[in-house]
């Protein structure tokens, strides 16, 4: 009797690979799989057939297979051939530039329990169910080769809950697990610290501070600020969380950006600190900055060749590669074009302007993985409700739909989950607002976000997402 074996050649038994950051954010539409298949005892060489089938723990429900045929775990029609070497084989589950292979919908990982069921022929046999199947784990999700670029790897790439704080060292969250650009300086409210720095209801008197950037970078939150009416570009550095009292300490080695400012915008990168624009308290807004390396306790200028105009109050967000800023004003002027920097070529292109939102400041941005998404803010005219997402591969702005979202509003804030996009609080010239909306970009719509229990009106509070919930923090009511 001739017995069919298998079993993975990975270090991770049966891991999966996310092979590209084109796709849509929080699961792999992609997966790497590697296996080993004998007939008997003997490594197989040669061609052989093989089909493939995502299935649920008891194999009753079939979530995918390569052809799109296999009902209630059943075996698929049509097989892939792949090329096997002394027993070894590799395979893109999901690559449709194979043969007989479809696309991974991303909605099979919304299911609990997948695992991997897969038949083979080595052309003497027949196809034989190769047993037993493989559980997906949760690790498979967001798993990346250790070679991959710091900074590459964001929350929009992890499976939304996949994570929870429960499940985290203290210190482990850095920068690369908050999605960029869900909180900036513009988000930030005075005395604001780092999100992943902020315990839920921890104070942040001890900050003291107005205009200040501040990132979160492995324990760390590096801050630039102007505190008490006096500008400082000293640069601090907190380790530690802010409920425990720690002390502050001034990191004075090093060059930072020449000027003293506040207004400005700061994304960790993964391995660095970038600052870059606002205003100087003197002669006007800055279009300079600098890239704080916290491990090398050493600056780097930003280029100014190509860089946007100077400007405060515009938002940054981080791509994984680039740095992308936006709107903002220069005290009566205000802008609705931007820039993106690359610090690996330390080099900028412009953002175009064709297409994209009015100008504006006091606004939120958000990385989707693929797009920033700016919505809201002060206009000049007044505050606004609309918005734009860009694309920076295409270069190309898409409007934001109007139609269902919250009231206008300045000072508010916006986190991403992975899939939307949660508009909070905020405010206009009369009032604060205890309500917001979550905008989803695939269907370019927006789903109300109730009041009922939410904390009171207010804007120029802080907000982050855990993975699973939207926590604010802090801010201010005219009538407070």
Request: include cysteine.
């Amino acid at each position: 009797m001739i017995k069919l074996l298998r079993a993975c050649t990975v270090a991770a038994l049966c891991s999966l690979t996310l092979l590209t950051a084109a796709l849509h954010a929080q699961v792999p539409q992609i997966i790497n799989y590697q296996g080993r298949v004998a007939v008997g005892t003997t490594n197989f060489d040669g061609s052989g057939s093989f089909k493939f089938a995502l299935v649920n723990a008891t194999g009753t429900a079939t979530y995918w297979s390569n052809d799109g045929t296999s009902t209630a775990g059943s075996q698929p029609t049509a097989a892939v051939t792949l090329t096997v070497t002394k027993g070894l084989y590799s395979v893109l589950l999901g690559d449709a530039t194979l043969a007989n292979m479809t696309i991974v919908p991303a909605t099979v990982f919304t299911n609990a329990d997948v695992r991997l069921r897969v038949w083979f022929n080595d052309g003497t046999n027949g196809s034989q169910l190769l047993t037993p199947d493989q559980r997906i784990a949760a690790v498979g999700y967001a798993m990346v080769a250790g070679g991959v670029p710091d900074g590459s790897i964001t929350s929009a790439k992890i499976a939304a809950g996949a994570v929870t704080n429960t499940q985290l060292a203290a210190g482990a969250v850095q920068a690369a697990n908050i999605a960029p650009g869900s909180v900036t300086s513009a988000q930030l409210a005075a005395g604001a610290v780092g999100s992943n720095q902020l315990a839920a209801g921890a104070a942040a008197a001890n900050l003291n501070a107005l205009g200040q950037s501040a990132v979160p970078s492995g324990g760390m939150v590096l801050s630039s600020n102007y505190n008490d009416g006096n500008l400082s570009n000293a640069g601090y550095v907190k380790i530690g969380k802010v409920d425990l009292g720690d002390t502050w300490e001034q990191r004075a080695s090093g060059s930072p950006p020449a000027a003293p400012r506040y207004q400005h915008t700061a994304v960790w990168t993964g391995s660095e600190m970038i600052v870059w624009g606002g205003h100087d308290g003197v002669s006007g807004s800055l279009n300079d900055g600098g890239r704080y390396n916290p491990a090398a306790n050493t600056w780097t200028a930003v280029a100014s060749t190509g860089a946007p105009a100077g400007r405060l109050s515009h938002t940054a967000v981080w791509t994984g590669s680039e740095m992308i800023v936006w709107s903002g004003w220069n005290i009566g002027s205000f802008f609705n074009d931007g820039g993106r920097y690359n610090p690996t070529a330390n080099s900028w292109t412009a953002v175009t302007s064709t297409g994209a939102p009015t100008a504006r400041n006091s606004h939120t941005a958000v990385w989707t993985g693929s797009e920033m998404i700016v919505w809201g803010g002060y206009g000049g005219a007044g505050v606004l409700n609309d918005g734009g997402r860009y694309n920076p591969t295409a270069n190309t702005w898409t409007a934001v739909t109007p139609t269902g979202a919250p009231s206008a509003r300045s000072s508010h804030t916006a986190v991403w989950t992975g899939s939307e996009m949660i508009v909070w609080g905020g405010g206009n010239e009369s009032s604060r607002f205890d309500d917001g909306g979550r905008y989803n970009p695939t269907a370019n719509s927006w789903t109300a976000v109730t009041t009922p229990g939410a904390p009171a009106a207010r804007s120029s509070h802080t907000a982050v997402w855990t993975g699973s919930e939207m926590i604010v923090w802090g801010g201010g009511n005219e009538s407070s």
